[in-house]
């Protein structure tokens, strides 16, 4: 699959020349972490810059900042897409776990690129739990 996007092309050299399917900076295990990779968002490929971490490191970075009608926000497994420029998508993805590793980053890439209903803004996870 090829895009006009040369960006796109540049990141998928990238992968071919360190064997990869993702790029992450952030040394494992971690509570969050950045990974980007490859995929597919409504019909085209795209670039993904996710930001994967736990539900706790969500919660204790908005700590303070939580209005009343947000302070639930972190309490369940979340995807969030914000909106993209020229195939690059910023997606976070929350989930209840200690620590983000490999294994962690792999199940979530194969989520993302399997899910058919992604689409701009969150989707929540899960049932809360009382």
Known sequence: MTTDLPHIETFRNRLQQLGADYVCIVPLPATSTSVSFL????GQTVLWNMT???????????????????AGKYTRPFIEIDAGKEGVFNIRVGL?????????????????????????????????HT
């Open 39 to 42: 995929g597919s968002f409504q």
């Open 52 to 70: 994967l971490a736990t539900l706790q490191y969500f919660r204790s970075q908005e700590s303070g900042n939580i209005s009343d009608k947000d």
């Open 96 to 128: 209840e776990l200690e620590l983000v590793d490999e294994p962690v980053i792999k199940k979530s890439i194969i989520m993302i690129r399997n899910y058919k209903r992604l689409a701009i803004g969150r989707i929540e996870f899960g049932s809360m």
